[in-house]
Every structure is written in structure tokens, then in C-alpha cells.
């Protein structure tokens, strides 16, 4: 094995050499740290119903949580992103195909499941013309695995779903894995997170502080135009004042940085609307429950069905992803990018 392909996927002691990390991590425990003392300070001055006190410190709680767990496998190496992205994509579909009932189509979610596993094998092999390539081929043992059901009535429906899966939590959540390629992927990951999960919590209190007129009234009810432009010029202020410390070079620029701003947070945005979409066109609230105040995984993930994309590629062409260590790694031919 390439050793540098070694050291970025299972070695943990350079989680802090890039000194975003370390002050990323004490940032957000600092923030988690004032959001529950403003959350007790609002109760006992009477800003606050007893419900929204729970509702909140519920959500605090269950962020308690998600922070460690989307930290750690940050910090202990790039195998462990990807294999906890590829996991978290099984999750997302499963509650996608428990809503959808797509559930019942067995073997077309055996094809469907085969096709995400293509596309984070060639993530982990850092094979980049398999990755490309299995977007298309992952359609196409879909739509023909389908067949082998025998059943023509419903075929449309179920491969399509088989499909629009398949796009979201194969391609979609593969983007963001595919960051873990890269030789800065602590701080590349832990910046989009950062970012995309705030945009949420800036519209959320955007949204509640100034929110009248709704967004999509039938689509997502609780979203209003406050909402959505607060996250918008809160999170393009965050990526810019943030941005200069993880990217050199072009990516620097201010321009540059208020663009990728602008677009994580209306690709966020946008990502929970599809989501929304899928949920009232079904007649349900929540995607699930697993996670208290929240839901279910795709109520919390469903930021990165537009922005991991999107994220990429305009890093990947500003900034560039993968750096020199040779590709395939895996399947041992050490091809060079």
C-alpha cells in the first residue's frame, strides 16, 4: 500500500497538524457550551414556553451526540469517513425506502444497495474513473435488475425509486466521501459540515425570530423567506470570514468564498425542500425517529442530498482534490492522478 494512502486513511496523529481542526473543535464545543446557557438564560427570564425550553434542549442533546459522532471518524482517518458516510447512506435509505415502500421491492433494494457499494468502493480506492463511470452504471444494474423480477406492473415505479435512491444516497452522500481523497480532508469535511448544519440552525432561528410570510407554504410550512435569506447572508458571512483559513490559493479570494457560501446554503436549502417534498407528497411529518428533536437521519441529512455535490466540484476545480498520491491504491495498480 502507498504510504501516504496509509497515513490519510488509518493513521489519527495528524488529526491536529492543520490548525483549522484544533480550533474548529474547540469552536464548536464553545458554541454548543452558549447555546445551552442562552437556552436556560431565555427560559428563566420568560422568553420562553415550557415546550420550546424542551424542544430545544432536546435538540441540544441529540447534538451532544451527532458532534462526537461525526467527529471522531474525522479524526481517526479518512477509512473511517468513508465507511461511516457509506453506513449513514445505508440508514438514509433505508428510512427512504421504509416511506417510499420501497422496502417491499426486495430485490430491487438488493440492486440498489450494490449500486452505492460500487460507488464507495471506487471512493475508497480513490479510483476516479470508476467513480465517474459508476453514476451511470449504477442506473443501469438498477433498471436491469428490475427485470429479474418478472413483474411488469410496477416496474416504473419501482426502478424509479430504485433510482432516485440510488442518486441520492449513492452519488449524493459519495460526493462528500470523496473529500476524504484528499490530503486536507479533516478540514475540507469538517468545514462543510460546519457550514451546512449552521445554515440549518440560521434559518431555523432567522425563520422564528422575523419569519411571516412562508417560503412554500404546502411544501414546508415552517419555512419563511426571513428564514431562508438570514441563512443565506449568515452563512456566506460564516464561509467567508472562515474560508481563507482552509483554502489557499484562488479559493481564498473573498469573491470566490461568497460564492461557495451562497451556493451551500441555497443547495442546503433546497436539498430539505426535495425532502419536504417527499414527505408531504407521501403524508408524513418526520422521516423517523431515531434522532430526539429532530427525527430521522434524513431530517438531519437531508442538507447534503445538493450541497455534497455541489461542494465538490467547486472545490475540486478551485482547490483540487486528491492532491499527488498515486490512485487505486486498493486494487494495487498505483496509477498516478
Not at 77 to 84: C, E, N, P, S, Y
Not at 140 to 168: E, H, M, N, T, W
Not at 242 to 257: D, I, N, Q, T
Amino acid at each position: 500500500m502507498n504510504p501516504a494512502a496509509l497515513t490519510r486513511l488509518f493513521d489519527p496523529r495528524g488529526a491536529f497538524a492543520d490548525p483549522f481542526v484544533g480550533r474548529f473543535v474547540v469552536g464548536i464545543l464553545t458554541l454548543l457550551g452558549i447555546a445551552y446557557a442562552a437556552t436556560f438564560a431565555l427560559h428563566a427570564a420568560g422568553r420562553t414556553s415550557g415546550a420550546q425550553h424542551r424542544e430545544l434542549v432536546l435538540r441540544l442533546h441529540s447534538w451532544g451526540v451527532m458532534i462526537p459522532v461525526l467527529l471522531v471518524p474525522v479524526l481517526l482517518g479518512a477509512f473511517w469517513v468513508i465507511l461511516g458516510l457509506f453506513v449513514l447512506s445505508l440508514f438514509c435509505y433505508r428510512e427512504f425506502a421504509r416511506l417510499t415502500g420501497q422496502f417491499r421491492n426486495f430485490r430491487v433494494s438488493l440492486w440498489t444497495v450494490g449500486a452505492m457499494a460500487l460507488v464507495y468502493f471506487a471512493v475508497l480506492d480513490k479510483w476516479s474513473g470508476l467513480f465517474a463511470a459508476s453514476q451511470v452504471l449504477g442506473m443501469v444494474l438498477i433498471a436491469a435488475g428490475g427485470l429479474f423480477v418478472d413483474q411488469p406492473k410496477g416496474y416504473l415505479q419501482r426502478v424509479a425509486l430504485g433510482v432516485v435512491s440510488f442518486l441520492f444516497f449513492g452519488v449524493s452522500f459519495g460526493h462528500v466521501a470523496c473529500l476524504g481523497n484528499g490530503p486536507d480532508y479533516r478540514s475540507l469535511l469538517l468545514f462543510f459540515f460546519l457550514a451546512v448544519e449552521l445554515n440549518d440552525v440560521f434559518g431555523y432561528v432567522f425563520g422564528n425570530l422575523f419569519g411571516k410570510r412562508k417560503l412554500c407554504p404546502n411544501t414546508s410550512p415552517g419555512k419563511t423567506w426571513a428564514g431562508s435569506i438570514g441563512a443565506v447572508a449568515a452563512t456566506s458571512l460564516l464561509v467567508v470570514a472562515l474560508g481563507p483559513s482552509v483554502f489557499p490559493g484562488p479559493l481564498a479570494s473573498p469573491f470566490s468564498l461568497l460564492t461557495l457560501g451562497l451556493m451551500l446554503s441555497v443547495s442546503g436549502q433546497l436539498g430539505d425542500l426535495v425532502m419536504s417534498s417527499v414527505k408531504r407528497d407521501i403524508g408524513v411529518k418526520d422521516t423517523g425517529h431515531v434522532i430526539p428533536g429532530h427525527g430521522g437521519l434524513l431530517d438531519r441529512f437531508d442538507s447534503l442530498l445538493l450541497a455534497g455535490p455541489a461542494y465538490y466540484h467547486y472545490v475540486n476545480y478551485f482547490h483540487g482534490i486528491g492532491g499527488s498520491e498515486p490512485e487505486r491504491w486498493l486494487t494495487g495498480l498505483g496509477v498516478m492522478p
